[in-house]
């Protein structure tokens, strides 16, 4: 083994300990950011509010840390505003095409997300009837 690549090894060594350190950090400062983004524009002060949601977008792309989808959905693309419904959002469910339509009503842009209804079980398929001792306890 040559010398150079013992020094590549030593250069490299902790590195998982750091970033998953630095991944951390970013997740708390983003989720800072954006509560605050959110009390900004309670109080109607847009332009602040609109700074700590780019910062946020800012340190998830330095960072490689994803923004959690919660807090994404509720973040306008197209003016980059904490969308805060019955304020500044309007949320529309249909149920034909099963989605939910959030409306920014600054930019007037849509957002749509698709949703599933809960399964129900068939009558026949009863998942306690697997059981020899569950059908006595339902005669």
Partial sequence: MSPVNKVKKKIRRGYGAKRSLVNTIARERIQ???EHARTRAREDDKRLA???VELAGKISM?????IPREDKRF????CMMPLI???NARVRLTS???NV????LSCQSIKRFPYSREKKLHKTVNPYMT???AVKEFQ
């Fill in 101 to 104: 339509t959030i409306t920014c």
């Fill in 131 to 133: 059981r020899p001792s």
């Fill in 96 to 98: 034909r095409k099963m």
């Fill in 32 to 34: 800072v950011l954006l």
């Fill in 75 to 78: 973040i306008c693309k197209n």
């Fill in 62 to 66: 330095r960072t490689k840390v994803r």
């Fill in 50 to 52: 609109r700074r700590y």
């Fill in 85 to 87: 419904p019955g304020r």
